[in-house]
């Protein structure tokens, strides 16, 4: 199993950026694909996930009504939208793939992790 993330790169304030994340050596049908962040010197967070079988997602407050979660079965991928971003989005964005068991929010609940894509915003 592989997750490909991709789209990192750098933007303004305000701006807005799109990641994708291609999956590849399976179906992920009955669980969930999360995306995660880690910042210069600061510990993995959640930032939210989708269920892949019924679309819902849920975010962290910290992205809640600026960042959305899709997925696009016919090409196994999901995409993370991020718009209006601010200085503190800037980080490592990890795609993630895990059953759909526990905290969604858990990183030890994700049994893949792609490579992760890099996301400055300046201020």
């Known amino acids: 199993v592989q997750l490909q993330a991709s789209g990192g790169g750098l933007v303004q304030a305000g701006g807005s950026l799109r990641l994708s994340c291609a999956a590849s050596g399976r179906t992920f049908s009955n669980w969930r694909m999360g995306w995660f962040r880690q910042a210069p010197g600061k510990e993995r967070e959640f930032v939210g996930r989708?269920?892949?079988?019924?679309?819902?997602?849920h975010y962290a407050d910290s992205v809640k009504g600026r960042f959305t979660i899709s997925r696009d079965s016919t090409k196994n991928s999901v995409y993370l939208q991020m718009n209006s971003q601010k200085s503190e989005d800037t980080a490592v964005y990890y795609c993630?793939?895990?059953?759909?068991?526990?905290?969604?929010?858990?990183?030890?609940?994700?049994?893949?992790w792609g490579q992760g894509t890099e996301v400055t915003v300046s201020s």
């Open positions: 989708i269920n892949w079988n019924t679309g819902y997602t």
């Open positions: 993630a793939a895990g059953r759909m068991q526990g905290d969604s929010s858990d990183s030890g609940m994700y049994n893949y």
